[in-house]
């Protein structure tokens, strides 16, 4: 029997995808659990398995669509599915004294629509079959069809065989300048685009930077992973009232410390204890001390957490993203150090959870491998808190009534002047500088 295939839904908040890649095309032989399509949200990309084996009988919504979630986009067959019996089985039972119009039925696949959209469709000369549904279990609406419309006038054509390519290869054909008649898409074009990104991807990196390299004189399009970091911290910036204070903290003790934990650990399994370890380690703590930083404002007023969810900003080639350790404060230091490798390891092999990159109370962020001494960080909402992280440099320092070299390092805290005021924040940032100037306080 067909095996429809959906839009999936990660996590609550959640309300739509966007398909970059097809890994499978119509005709193809699939395998449950083979990756059959990957999705970008506002949060992740992620790849979505088979959910039956057979063959890709249909692919209903092309690379490069956002559509809601829970929309149908593809049909399998399973194997030994007749095709006339796949044709009445890939089609849910349209709704008592509708009827089924004859494009539905030339088409081979009954397509699921309301009467209105029916109508709709067929005044305006659309194939229902070419439009992505986002009523319930993929129904077309009105709405889809008017949507529908209003991209093919909005989007140049586009040659069959340039959409079966850009499905195969991922290409988003918003992306794609056609040479064709009237700007008309052709397989040539997506080829360029295919073969131009591959020369991107090849491309090295600048010694010491994350990000992918930037050539003088291109116009890079804001779509993507971009196009969602730009748009959350413009959201956060006018929503919200964050101010940033600032310290400067000796960790001269602190830095002896991570040495003698590199001393004692030295087993290959053991993990690797980083100073933004145990700066973590010590936020933790921190925020039990003045709980109302690690807190969320909603729309029913400020929640105070009883976890700590430590969020930890990972540069990406595409982006940043702020995955989590959950109960953070109930790790020990090894057991945190091991967690947060982990988390960023998933995030630079793309195998982070829906899970993992949601849910966080307050988040680090640290900039000291880049030689910058202090910033202002701009909040990841909802969250109240960021902390700013900088590089630890020797420098003449007043210690014990005597001018000595000592490690200073500059710490940035942005905080939300809604949810409290600078008392609160700044009676935080102390404590955690006073934490970190004598970590052995961190085990009372």
Request: glycine residues 8%; contains cysteine.
């Amino acid at each position: 029997m067909a095996v429809h295939v959906f839009m999936p839904k990660w996590g609550l908040t959640m309300t739509e995808g966007k398909i970059t890649r097809w890994f499978k095309q119509e005709g193809d032989a699939v395998v449950k659990g083979e990756p059959l399509f990957e999705v970008e949200t506002s949060k992740i990309t992620n790849v979505v398995e088979a959910p039956a084996s057979g063959r890709v009988y249909r692919i209903l919504v092309p690379a490069g669509t956002t559509v809601p979630v829970k929309t149908r986009v593809a049909v399998i067959a399973e194997e030994g599915d007749e095709p006339q019996r796949l044709r009445a089985e890939s089609a849910p039972v349209e709704e008592a004294g509708v009827e089924k119009e004859v494009e539905a039925a030339s088409k081979g696949a009954f397509v699921q629509a309301t009467p209105a959209a029916r109508r709709l469709a067929k005044e305006w000369g659309l194939d229902l079959a070419a439009v992505t549904g986002s009523g319930p279990e993929g129904r077309v609406t009105e709405q889809d069809v008017r949507r529908h419309r209003e991209a093919l006038t909005a989007q140049p054509a586009v040659s069959p065989q340039a959409q079966a390519l850009a499905n195969k290869e991922g290409i988003d054909l918003s992306t794609v300048q056609g040479t064709g008649e009237g700007g008309r898409i052709t397989k040539a074009d997506v080829l360029r685009a295919a073969e131009a990104r591959k020369k991107a991807q090849a491309a090295p990196a600048p010694q010491g930077f994350e990000g992918t390299r930037v050539l003088p004189g291109t116009v890079l399009p804001m779509t993507g992973m971009r196009r969602l970091i730009a748009d959350n911290m413009m959201a956060s910036l006018h929503q919200s009232a964050q101010l940033t204070v600032f310290v400067e903290v000796d960790v001269t003790e602190l830095l002896r410390l991570k040495n003698l934990v590199h001393q004692r650990f030295t087993a290959p399994e053991d993990p690797k204890v980083g100073t933004n370890d145990l700066i973590c380690y010590a936020v933790c703590r921190a925020l039990r001390r003045v709980p109302i930083l690690n807190s969320w404002l909603t729309e029913e007023g400020i929640r105070v957490h009883d976890v700590v969810n430590l969020g930890i900003a990972v540069a990406l080639p595409q982006g940043l993203i702020v995955p989590n350790v959950k109960n953070a404060h109930q790790k020990s230091l090894l057991e945190l150090s091991q967690e947060i490798k982990d988390l960023v390891s998933k995030a630079r092999e793309n195998r982070l959870s829906i899970d993992e990159i949601q849910g966080g109370t307050f988040t680090v962020t640290n900039v000291s491998m880049l030689g910058v001494d202090g910033f202002t960080p701009i909040l990841n909402p909802p969250e109240t808190g960021i902390l700013g992280v900088g590089r630890a440099m020797a420098k003449p320092a007043v210690f014990q009534n005597q001018i000595v070299i000592r490690q200073l390092m500059t710490l940035s805290l942005t905080f939300d002047h809604r949810v409290t005021d600078g008392a609160p924040a700044m009676t935080f940032l102390r404590t955690l500088a006073d934490f970190l100037e004598e970590p052995a306080t961190l085990i009372a």
